[in-house]
């Protein structure tokens, strides 16, 4: 079955970029919509974006001047960049598959396990 | 921006027993509303989508209702391994998430 893993620095300095890639396996990246979604410790969720497979974007208002998403089909991986972080941004980032119904509503049904990434000095 | 609020934020409740958490919308939503549950350290899983239907594989005891504004989701007779926090996420422009319920045994 599909599974999403993700990978990247687990610890970042204030001020740097974050980068983070998720690699789909067991289907492909094709013809699907794909997010990032972010819970600092202890709080709740955030989504932050998600790209469909050919490149099209769409930004969390609030994160929108300091987040790219990309993808790379050919790996079957799509990458979060984030910019200069501060504490506030360190958080258990998820990827997951963002998936149309049938009645027309979006919703994450498969989500990779989650990293931790510390921002500090 | 629409806004979610869910509540309550917590609720202890025994085996056995009906659980209600409720979200409401700040705007109509039509019936574009999910509903996820999070185990302490893995990551959320869908349980409903579409308000109402109940994803593959998931217990038929979750269940949800409700259409517009206000949305219900409910756990028929909680059983000890629905210890866990359930939010609600809408997607009309953008998605959201509510705040959390989390839910705990008696």
């Known amino acids: 079955q599909v599974q999403l893993q993700e990978s990247g620095p687990g610890l970042v300095k204030p001020s740097e970029t974050l980068s983070l890639t998720c690699t789909v396996s067991?289907?492909?990246?094709?013809?699907?919509?794909w997010s990032w979604i972010r819970q600092p410790p202890g709080k709740g969720l955030e989504w932050i974006g998600y790209?469909?497979?050919?490149?099209?974007?769409n930004y969390n208002p609030s994160l929108k001047s300091r987040v790219t998403i990309s993808v790379d089909t050919s790996k079957n991986q799509f990458s979060l960049k984030l910019s200069s972080v501060t504490a506030a941004d360190t958080a258990v980032y998820y990827c997951?598959?963002?998936?149309?119904?049938?009645?027309?509503?979006?919703?994450?049904?498969?989500w990779g396990r989650g990293t931790l990434v510390t921002v500090s000095s | 921006d629409i806004q979610m609020t869910q509540s309550p934020s917590s609720l202890s409740a025994s085996v056995g027993d009906r659980v209600t958490i409720t979200c409401q919308a700040s705007?109509?939503?039509?019936?574009?509303l999910n509903w996820y549950q999070q185990k302490p350290g893995k990551a959320p899983k869908l349980l409903i989508y579409?308000?109402?239907n109940l994803e593959t594989g998931v217990p038929s005891r979750f269940s949800g209702s409700g259409s517009g504004t206000d949305f219900t989701f409910t756990i028929s007779s909680l059983q000890p391994e629905d210890i866990a926090t359930y939010y609600c996420?809408?997607?009309?422009?953008?998605?959201?998430f509510g705040q959390g319920t989390k839910v705990e045994i008696k």
């Open positions: 705007q109509d939503i039509s019936n574009y």
């Open positions: 579409d308000a109402s």
């Open positions: 996420q809408q997607y009309d422009n953008l998605p959201t």
């Open positions: 790209i469909y497979y050919s490149g099209s974007t």
């Open positions: 067991g289907g492909s990246i094709s013809s699907y919509y």
């Open positions: 997951a598959r963002f998936l149309v119904g049938a009645k027309g509503g979006w919703y994450f049904d498969l």
